[in-house]
């Protein structure tokens, strides 16, 4: 899998932080590539979409989001 992309998780909350992880680009994340804490970081955001993080968005790995 060729991870040109980033999977970007942005905060809704003032107390969480960005969270990023590699992607293709269609957005799907390896998570057999990921470590344990990675690949549960990656859970828990994709847990509370909608509640603490908005829905995730796909970015070449360069680019950047302004801070909300």
Request: aromatic share 10%.
């Amino acid at each position: 899998m060729s991870f040109t992309r980033e999977l970007r998780f942005l905060p809704i909350t003032e107390s969480m932080q960005c969270l990023t992880f590699p992607c293709d680009a269609a957005g799907r994340v390896d998570l057999d590539s990921l470590g344990d804490r990675a690949r549960n970081t990656y859970l828990f955001a994709r847990a509370l979409m909608g509640r603490d993080y908005a829905f995730p968005v796909i970015c070449p790995c360069d680019s950047t989001i302004p801070a909300q």
